[in-house]
Structure formats: C-alpha cells, structure tokens
C-alpha cells in the first residue's frame, strides 16, 4: 500500500477554512465585548469602528497579512475587556 498523498490545494483550503473560522469567532468576541459598553454613543462608534475594520480588511489573502490582522484584532480585543473591567471596579 502506498502512503496517502493530498493535494496541496486540500491543504491551502483548509488553512483558509481555519483562518475564516479564527476571524468570525473574533468577529463575534468583540460584537459580544461592545455589547457590554455600558454608553449608548461609545457602543455605536465601536460597533461601527469594528465593522468597517473587518469590511475593509476581508479581501486579504496573504497568509502572513491575516495571522497579524488576527493577532491585532485579539489584542484589540483583551484591551477592551480590560477597560470594561476596569469601569466596572
């Protein structure tokens, strides 16, 4: 028996798969965290602001490009929490 052998095109869209999936989960992390922004205006300019951030950028294909988008928009996002919890004390 001979080893399997995929296409490298199974893996490319895999990895596409798995990168979407990593962006809509953050997409919807910080949907949720705005939710919980107790002022009406600042809720909106956020929930604006994170729109139109993931608009602009959802024609990347650079793999690199996306890990680091990913990585920005997390730590966009552990800055937000903190705030909140810091109002909240």
């Known amino acids: ?48 602001w994170a729109r139109e951030e993931f608009k602009r950028n959802k024609s990347a294909t650079e793999e690199d490009t996306i890990r680091m988008m990913i990585t920005q928009g997390n730590m966009q996002l552990k800055e937000l929490e903190k705030t909140l919890a810091l109002a909240k004390s």
Do not use: A, E, M, W
């Open 1 to 48: 028996l001979g080893s399997l052998q995929l296409p490298n095109c199974y893996f490319s869209s895999l990895l596409q798969f798995i990168r979407r999936q990593q962006v809509l989960l953050l997409y919807r992390r910080i949907l949720q965290t705005i939710r919980q922004v107790p002022n009406d205006s600042d809720r909106k300019y956020l929930k604006d």
